[in-house]
């Protein structure tokens, strides 16, 4: 029997110094979350963070977000995102990095589980959107076609559009040769991205494809291609259960709200 498996997804935290650049406190928007993990009553296996680590890609940054990463009691895996800059982060976050990163770009595998992780880095130093150029391209179909082990692929940039006409401009580059990829691997369940500050599903070939909420702010929710904004809703991320078929996305807000247990609830339906 396959054990069952949880993945936490968080995304974006933009970590900063200079709070003049957020509109909100991103590091406490962060220990909410934080708080919100270790809370969890089921153990995760993992958490990964997609990408937007910090919002300027300096070693200060680097340093502030390390002392966050280090109060999370399951074990951690980083992701670069456009605001990152991955070859710092191969060195001041290395222990949050497997062994088998690429040379040329930060993308790796965990093959330990019964779901495979391919973590494809879309990003490059400098650039806002996505990259899925001819070596990553020849990098993600290899890795895919080394085993059919049910796998969920991670980066940080959509390959897709969502609308969002600004953000759109920003999102991967060559979605047509990505999807193309992804549609020869049939064992790829879930493609699992950042970059929007929202939650939303598509599907890019046969693969469900979700968007990652933020843990600091989200953008706004506006199908007007011209306009964008900020939103201040509150932090979320992704939860991917696996069961050992199929792979379930639940997105979690992290806020101010009560629980209401459904022991009362249930009683009262009970007939007689």
Not at 120 to 148: H, K, M, P, Q
Not at 201 to 223: F, K, M, N, W, Y
Request: glycine fraction near 6%; aromatic fraction near 6%.
């Amino acid at each position: 029997m396959v054990k069952p498996m949880l993945i936490a997804q968080i995304s974006d935290p933009h970590i900063t110094e200079d709070l003049a650049d957020l509109p909100v406190d991103p590091r406490h928007r962060l220990e909410n979350v934080i708080d919100a993990l270790n809370a969890s009553t089921v153990p995760l296996d993992l958490v990964i963070a997609t990408g937007d680590l910090t919002n300027n890609g300096t070693a200060d940054e680097y340093a502030v977000l390390r002392g966050h990463l280090e109060r999370i009691t399951a074990r951690v895996l980083v992701m670069p995102g456009n605001h990152d800059d991955a070859p710092l982060m191969r060195s001041e976050l290395a222990d949050y990095l497997p062994a088998n990163a690429a040379d040329n770009h930060l993308s790796y595998t965990i093959d330990e589980y019964s779901l495979r992780l391919v973590c494809l880095d879309t990003s490059l130093v400098g650039l806002a959107g996505g990259v899925f150029d001819a070596e990553r391209e020849a990098w993600l179909d290899n890795t895919l076609a080394a085993t059919d082990t049910p796998t969920i692929v991670f980066m940080h940039h959509p390959a897709f559009n969502s609308g969002m006409g600004w953000m759109d401009t920003m999102s991967l580059d060559n979605k047509e040769e990505f999807a193309a990829v992804i549609a020869k691997h049939p064992h790829v369940g879930t493609v699992a991205s950042g970059h929007l500050h929202r939650s939303l599903t598509t599907r890019i070939a046969h693969a469900v494809a979700v968007g990652a909420p933020s843990t600091t702010h989200q953008l706004a929710l506006d199908l007007n291609p011209n306009q964008a904004a900020l939103s201040l809703e509150p932090s979320g991320y992704l939860l991917h259960a696996w069961d050992g078929s199929t792979i379930m996305t639940h997105a979690v807000i992290v806020g101010d709200f009560d629980i209401m247990r459904m022991d009362h609830f249930v009683d009262m339906m009970k007939p007689g």
